[in-house]
């Protein structure tokens, strides 16, 4: 990019919250990776359908530690160049999720803000929300409020809905008014960019066709995140001289094996989830 799109790039990034569409990969990177997470799919769909959707992050979170090709997404130099514009030079990815809605789910995202679960400072953590099938409003693309990470965090409260794939059905309390949403529709290999404080969820997939998605959660070395417990992340990019989080190495295998780094990176996911950190 050119320093004159970068500042754009930053400027659009900052005034709305969100940044979107952005073309990361290629056509054949996106269906490669499409058909290795219908593979992964496949071999956990047991395990998911017995879940209801609030749960199923134990099969769909943190990925990206223990698989290679989902490592592979998240370090992917066009993204990591899209959040460098954002964040600067040194990067962690400190969390991953699935987001998959197939035809006949009942999944849907209710409003929500990152920044109120996750409990990081100073909040320089962006997601990169990477489609790989369409995503638009029959299939139910995430939408977002614009500018809404400018003011306070808003409240929330727990529903603990079944069909809601936040982990605690956390949703805002508060009338949020949808005449301001936006769609972020995206063609597979693009993503959005949007920032820890910005109102966002998504409706139910209504159509004959996959919804899917992965989730990264990008922030920089100086992030400090509440809590007693030390959380990890993957330097991706650049370097840390913090040393806040345990850096976990890039996995080799492609295939998820019993008491691998996802099962750990769950554990701790689900301890800060009960201390009420995370989605
Ligand atoms: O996939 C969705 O629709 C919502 C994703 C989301 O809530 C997030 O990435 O924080």
Redesign the pocket.
Known sequence: MNPLSVENFREEYETRGFKTPIRVLSDDEANESRGRFLDFYASNQARVQALPPRDQYVVFSETHTSLDWVYRIGSHPRILDAVETILGPNLLIWGS?W?VKMPGDKTY?SW?Q?ATYWGMHPPHVT?A?IALSESNPSN???RVIPGTHRGDLLPQRETYSDNN??SRGQEIAVEVDENQAVDLVLRPGEMSL?DIGLV???NVNRSSNPRI?I?FRYLTPEVVQDGNQRSFAMLVRGRDSHGHFDLLPAPHKSELTTGDAQSQAIQRMMKSVMRGQR?
Do not use: E, K, P, Q
Request: net charge neutral; with cysteine.
């Open positions: 999720r987001f995202i929500h990152d997601t929300w139910g693309c995430m794939a936040l949007h966002h969820g998504s998605g989730a989605s």
